[in-house]
């Protein structure tokens, strides 16, 4: 069976730095928000190019502590539009629900799965606030449109980074392309903690300053409280972990890139069509995502030639019973994806042999 990913062989690789790591948590003595945490931070805003990192709980976490800091800073208020896309998962359209901000959802380009930035225009009204743009499956969305959009009605941009840790814009990075970005470790992202965790990353002083006291009780110092403030900080534990694998991250992202050149060389078949890069070097390949109206024909003949695969996703946001608000609204190109996408094993340890014999069954379908 060729995995879709095999996590615990991704960790593996990593086995003795992490328990090197664990080791060192563990002989501390401090569990809680210490020199672990401290590092990552530094070294992940590093990594990124932002001026801050926060770590907190998640990746939703992440999302909703941005808005909410936004509203502690008076920049959005109850009822206040953020522009996101429709065929997102599902959290980036959570976290604007928990801050009682309204998702208004805009149709993504078939070709690239992104927010198509030419229909934004037209649904600012004077309640937007903010564009969350996701850069999904670890391609960057069309930022310097995005951008000036934001600059022309003064609009906050809020990266959902979720799957595009290391991802490049130009010569920045995914965490330095808007005012404020979320990311996840997730433990099956490209930069996976073995547990859960996110990162904030922003430029703005005041902003890190409010999601760090929000993400702790709503305090800067321990028994003064400014804001009715969460729990979600990032675990020193996974802090620990996550500084080990952040070294080994464009490692990563390079032999994704190469599953990913050698799929698009070598599929050749009719049915399927092969994702489209606007800027090869902007695609960190979090998921290698194919579409055929034969989806799950396709996906049940790989199956029972021993290759896992999955879909991203299954049900659009909008048919969700979640958003029941929405299930009578139509989003032709969110409900085309969501019905013909299926995602193609990709991960730093996948051989080239795996990836051949998907090559060869791909296009033997
Ligand atoms: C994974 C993911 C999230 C949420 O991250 P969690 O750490 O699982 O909370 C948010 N947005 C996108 C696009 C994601 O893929």
Not at 33 to 59: L, R, S
Not at 266 to 290: A, E, M, Q, R, Y
Not at 334 to 349: D, F, T
Request: aromatic share 8%; with cysteine; charged share 20%.
């Amino acid at each position: 069976m060729i995995p879709f990913l095999d996590l615990k062989g991704i960790n593996t690789q990593h086995r003795a730095e992490l328990i090197e790591a664990c080791t060192r948590v563990i002989d501390s003595g401090w569990y809680i928000q210490g020199n672990e945490c401290k590092a990552f931070d530094k070294e992940f805003a590093e990594y990124c190019g932002a001026k801050h990192a926060i770590g907190v709980a998640n990746g939703l976490d992440a999302l909703i502590l941005i808005l909410r800091a936004y509203k502690e800073m008076g920049v959005m208020n109850d009822g206040d539009e953020v522009i996101v896309p429709s065929n997102t998962y599902i959290a980036s359209i959570l976290a604007i629900s928990q801050n009682n901000l309204v998702p208004v959802l805009v149709e993504p380009d078939i070709q690239t799965y992104l927010i198509d930035s030419k229909k934004i225009e037209e649904k600012i009204t004077s309640k937007t606030k903010a564009i969350l743009p996701v850069h999904l499956y670890g391609q960057i969305c069309e930022m310097d449109s995005i951008n000036a959009l934001a600059k022309k009605y003064n609009l906050k941009v809020i990266e959902d980074s979720a799957q595009s840790h290391g991802a490049y814009f130009g010569d920045k990075r995914s965490g330095n392309l808007g005012d404020a970005s979320g990311f996840s470790f997730y433990p099956g992202k490209n930069l996976g903690a073995l547990g859960d965790g996110g990162a904030v990353t922003t430029n703005d002083d005041e902003l890190a300053s409010v999601i760090r006291a929000l993400g702790n009780y709503g305090s800067h110092k321990k028994y003064e409280n400014l804001y009715k403030g969460v729990n979600s900080r990032l675990d020193e534990m996974q802090a620990a972990m996550l500084r080990i694998k952040l070294r080994y991250l464009d490692e990563e992202i390079i032999k994704r890139r190469e599953i990913a050149n050698y799929y698009i060389e070598n599929i050749k078949n009719n049915h399927i069509v092969l994702p489209t890069i606007g800027n090869k070097d902007s695609h960190v390949w979090h998921l290698f995502v194919i579409r055929t109206s034969k989806r799950d024909a396709l996906q049940a003949y790989l199956s029972n030639n021993g290759i896992q695969t999955l879909i991203h996703y299954p049900i659009a946001p909008h048919q969700q019973n979640a958003y029941k608000e929405w299930n009578g609204l139509n989003y032709p190109i969110s409900e085309q994806i969501h019905e013909k996408a299926l995602s193609l094993p990709i991960s730093g340890i996948q051989t080239l042999n795996d990836t051949q014999i998907i090559v060869d069954m791909v296009n033997k379908f």
